[in-house]
Every structure is written in C-alpha cells, then in structure tokens.
C-alpha cells in the first residue's frame, strides 16, 4: 500500500499552490471590484450624501486604507483560522453567514446530483445497448437539448407548467422536498446530457474490448457481461464529471438559488456583490475553492479503488 499513500501525498501537496492561489484570487476580487464599501455603507438608506469626512473615518475602522499587501496577509492570517472576517453591511461573520445556508446548497446539489445519476446513466446504457438504432438517435437528441437549454429559460418553463398550471410544486422557498425537486432539476439538465452522452461513449468502447469477448466466450450472462465488467470499467470518466461537478453545483448554484428564492450561499453572494461587500465576495470564493479542492481529492480516491494499476504503482 505504499504506492497508493505516497500518491495521496502528492495530491495533497499538489494543492497547497492552488489554495494559495485561491486566496490570491478571492482577495484581488474584492480589491479591484468597482466602487467604494465605504460609500456603500453609509449610503444604505438610499437617502444620505456622505462627507468626504465619514468616508475616511469608515474606510479607517474597515481597515481599506491599509497597503494592499498588509491587507492580504491580514485577511490570509484570519482565513487559515476560519476567520472569514465580517459583513461590511450588515455586520455579521462571514463564516457563521457560510455555514448557516451551506446545508441548504448541500441539499440542492443532493437533489441534483440524484436527477443526475437516475436519469443519465439508465439512458447512457439503453443508448450503449442499442447502438446506432432509433433509440439511440432519440437519446442522443435528448441529451444534445438538455445540454443546450439554458438554466434560467428551463427555470421559468418548469415555474409556468408544474406550478401556475398544474399547480403541482411551490414557486420559491425553501423547507420541504418539493422546494428543491425544480431547482434540482434545473441544475441537472445540463449535466445529465453530458453525462450520458460521455457514458454511452466509453461503454461502447469498454464492450468493444478484448476481455468482454473472452467473457462472452465463457458462456457468462448478457447482464454479468455488461454490468460487473463494461460498465464498471467505463466509470473512471464519469467519476471525474460528477465529483468535479459535485464540486461546482455546491458553489455555483447562483442563478437558481435566485430564480426560486432559496436561501443559500449563492443568494447570499449575490447580496453581497450587489451591496459591494468585498469580505462576503471574497469569503465565498475561497470556501467555494476549498469544496473544490476537497471534492477533486475524493474523486482522486476513488481513482484508486476503481482502477487497479494506480494500486501496483501503474500510471
């Protein structure tokens, strides 16, 4: 078991340069993103006119007149701590604000990923199984329309059939299953084309191998055949897909966390760009980061029970 542990060790140092570059990033966002917190501050009311004088004593207090350089190190040194600092708006820890509506998005990318697995993966090995046929041709044109509608145009025709006609699912809101069956659905669609369009294609290429024919030869069952040989070792490509994209519905579910008033990280990002609060932008980017960094080292794991080679030290 050295080879797997030492190649475990790679991967996790291999991430140090990419988290740092995730601060790098998450800070610089918030540094050259137009307009002033300050003002932005002081002109919550939509009322007031700020002086040139309040505006310095608050850019003071929120530390904006800092080098650029001292401010970084600053808010690195707090991050490695949890320390994702506070709302410039409403006051508030980031980090709390975080982890509060972090379940939330959790149970949203569940629910997607759940529509991703039941749906593309049965269609992927219907499509493999009948190759070249009319149910093929039909899968494929499914899966091309999925992958080519966009998000927020099949949110307002799902929000117009199942809730103003059929009256069948809420609106908006978030606290039951039938809350996220919609904005579950629509953060699939996308993906669950692709998914079955890269299924089908390395299934077909795992039957078209020598050890299915020598299975076959044996006289083992179609379903044995098909299902603990060729699909199994068609699995590496789409253990990649889902937890890359595991990884990115978690952080970039915005636009449908919008479109159904969910209330969860990506709302709340979306707060804070409007408000111009930079420590929300900037917090939000480097944990959406970390979740990525996370879900590739659970996907490089799973490399190693799905593909024996990197076990015996292979590439």
Same mark, same amino acid.
């Given at each position: 078991?050295?080879?797997?542990?030492? @190649?475990?060790?790679?991967?996790?140092?291999?991430?140090?340069?990419?988290?740092?570059?995730?601060?790098?990033?998450?800070?610089?966002?918030?540094?050259?993103?137009?307009?002033?917190?300050?003002?932005? @501050?002081?002109?919550?009311?939509?009322?007031?006119?700020?002086?040139?004088?309040?505006?310095?004593?608050?850019?003071?207090?929120?530390?904006?007149?800092?080098?650029?350089?001292? *401010?970084?190190?600053?808010?690195?040194?707090?991050?490695?701590?949890?320390?994702?600092?506070?709302?410039?708006?409403?006051?508030?820890?980031?980090?709390?604000?975080? &982890?509060?509506? &972090?379940?939330?998005?959790?149970?949203?990318?569940?629910?997607?990923?759940?529509?991703?697995?039941? #749906?593309?993966?049965?269609?992927?090995?219907?499509?493999?199984?009948?190759?070249?046929?009319?149910?093929?041709?039909?899968?494929?044109?499914?899966?091309?329309?999925?992958?080519?509608?966009?998000?927020?145009?099949?949110? +307002? +025709?799902?929000?117009?059939?199942?809730?103003?006609?059929?009256?069948? $699912?809420?609106?908006?809101?978030?606290?039951?299953?039938?809350? $996220?069956?919609?904005?579950?659905?629509?953060?699939?669609?996308?993906?669950?084309?692709?998914?079955?369009?890269?299924?089908?294609?390395?299934?077909?290429?795992?039957?078209? *191998?020598?050890?299915?024919?020598?299975?076959?030869?044996?006289?083992?069952?179609?379903?044995?055949?098909?299902?603990?040989?060729?699909?199994?070792?068609?699995?590496?490509?789409?253990?990649?897909?889902?937890?890359?994209?595991?990884?990115?519905?978690?952080?970039?579910?915005?636009?449908?966390?919008?479109?159904?008033?969910?209330?969860?990280?990506?709302?709340?990002? +979306?707060?804070?760009?409007?408000?111009?609060?930079?420590?929300?932008?900037?917090?939000?980017?480097?944990?959406?980061?970390?979740?990525?960094?996370?879900?590739?080292?659970?996907?490089?794991?799973?490399? #190693?029970?799905?593909?024996?080679?990197?076990?015996?030290?292979?590439?």
């Amino acid at each position: 078991m050295k080879t797997p542990f030492k @190649y475990l060790i790679r991967r996790i140092l291999m991430t140090i340069p990419i988290l740092i570059g995730i601060t790098f990033l998450g800070f610089i966002l918030g540094v050259i993103a137009p307009g002033d917190p300050a003002v932005e @501050y002081l002109s919550m009311d939509g009322i007031s006119a700020p002086t040139d004088e309040e505006i310095e004593r608050v850019r003071e207090e929120l530390g904006l007149n800092d080098n650029i350089i001292v *401010q970084y190190v600053n808010w690195t040194k707090k991050a490695m701590t949890g320390d994702l600092g506070l709302s410039y708006i409403k006051k508030t820890s980031i980090t709390e604000e975080i &982890l509060r509506r &972090l379940p939330i998005t959790f149970s949203l990318s569940l629910m997607a990923m759940f529509f991703v697995i039941v #749906l593309s993966i049965p269609l992927a090995i219907i499509m493999a199984l009948k190759k070249d046929s009319a149910i093929d041709k039909i899968g494929t044109f499914v899966s091309l329309l999925m992958t080519s509608i966009p998000g927020f145009w099949l949110a +307002i +025709i799902m929000l117009s059939i199942f809730c103003e006609t059929l009256r069948w $699912l809420p609106t908006s809101g978030y606290g039951t299953i039938k809350h $996220l069956i919609m904005p579950g659905f629509v953060l699939a669609a996308g993906t669950i084309g692709t998914v079955a369009r890269l299924n089908r294609a390395t299934l077909i290429e795992s039957i078209g *191998q020598n050890y299915i024919t020598v299975a076959k030869a044996k006289g083992l069952p179609n379903k044995i055949v098909i299902f603990k040989y060729a699909f199994l070792n068609s699995l590496m490509p789409i253990v990649t897909v889902l937890g890359n994209y595991f990884g990115a519905i978690l952080g970039g579910s915005t636009v449908v966390e919008v479109i159904f008033s969910i209330p969860g990280m990506g709302s709340y990002v +979306i707060q804070g760009i409007m408000s111009r609060d930079y420590p929300v932008v900037q917090g939000y980017v480097l944990f959406t980061g970390i979740i990525f960094i996370v879900f590739n080292l659970i996907v490089d794991i799973c490399y #190693l029970f799905l593909n024996p080679k990197m076990r015996v030290g292979g590439k």
